[in-house]
């Protein structure tokens, strides 16, 4: 049974960077696409970024591009999330989620869905103080 745990959460202020990480334990899932999503209090889960499997699409929000980036390595079975300049609105639970997207098409769609994804992380805390 594969696990996704994620670590890097915690308080920062307004402006300040934090690098998240979420490693997959019991087997290998480099052949899954990675997606970040994140949910504030009182509101819907909400999609990050996410990236195929082979690197060749990478997807961000409107409202984190230019300043958050996804990546992987499929070596150490792990996704990352370097958040930088980083808002007051960007706090929320961040979830790791993987899944295994078929096909030789990228659809934004698709890669931006929860349903997509069949695993997901437990979550980690981000704060941003003003």
């Known amino acids: 049974q594969v696990q996704l745990v994620e670590s890097g959460g915690g308080l920062v202020q307004a402006g300040g960077s934090l690098r998240l990480s979420c490693a997959a334990s019991?087997?290998?899932?480099?052949?899954?696409?990675k997606a970040w999503f994140r949910q504030a209090p009182g509101k819907e889960r909400e999609f990050v970024a996410a990236?195929?499997?082979?690197?060749?699409?990478?997807l961000h929000a409107d409202s984190v591009k230019g300043r958050f980036s996804i990546s992987r390595d499929n070596a150490k079975n792990t996704v990352y999330l370097q958040m930088n300049s980083l808002k007051p609105e960007d706090t929320a639970v961040y979830y790791c989620?993987?899944?295994?997207?078929?096909?030789?098409?990228?659809?934004?769609?698709?890669?931006?869905?929860?349903?997509?994804?069949?695993?997901w992380g437990q979550g980690t805390q981000v704060t941003v103080s003003s």
């Open positions: 989620a993987a899944g295994f997207v078929g096909g030789s098409a990228y659809y934004t769609s698709t890669y931006s869905r929860p349903r997509t994804y069949e695993l």
């Open positions: 019991g087997r290998s899932i480099s052949n899954y696409a």
């Open positions: 990236i195929s499997w082979n690197d060749d699409y990478i």
